[in-house]
Nanobody
Framework: QVQLVESGGGLVQAGDSLRLSCSASARTFSSAAMGWFRQPPGKEREFVAGINWSGASTYYADSVKGRFTISRDNAKNTGYLQMNGLKPEDTAVYYC??????????????????WGQGTQVTVSA
């Protein structure tokens, strides 16, 4: 079974950049679609970005489009979320998720079967 571990979160100022990483424990990650979700304080978890198994197809929430970039390196069993131009409203716990054995990306939380533990991103004004 695939296990996911996020890293790269932290405290930054508005306008700064961060790159989150999602390391997978098994090679089955390379055949899994992947997504990033986030849960702001006091709010429900929401979709941020998704990528298909090969990296050829990506999709973003409107709130991050043009600022965030999702990517993956299947040779390293690792996914990434590059976040530029961070805003205070990006403050949240960020989770990576995988759809093991499903190639196509999804924006729906319930279609992901494997989740990381989350990493905190805090953006100060």
């Amino acid at each position: 079974q695939v296990q996911l571990v996020e890293s790269g979160g932290g405290l930054v100022q508005a306008g700064d950049s961060l790159r989150l990483s999602c390391s997978a424990s098994a090679r089955t990650f390379s055949s899994a679609a992947m997504g990033w979700f986030r849960q702001p304080p006091g709010k429900e978890r929401e979709f941020v970005a998704g990528i298909n198994w090969s990296g050829a197809s990506t999709y973003y929430a409107d709130s991050v489009k043009g600022r965030f970039t999702i990517s993956r390196d299947n040779a390293k069993n690792t996914g990434y979320l590059q976040m530029n131009g961070l805003k205070p409203e990006d403050t949240a716990v960020y989770y990576c998720a995988a759809r093991v054995y499903y190639y196509r990306l999804s924006t729906r939380e319930q279609e992901y079967d494997t989740w990381g533990q989350g990493t905190q991103v805090t953006v100060s004004a």
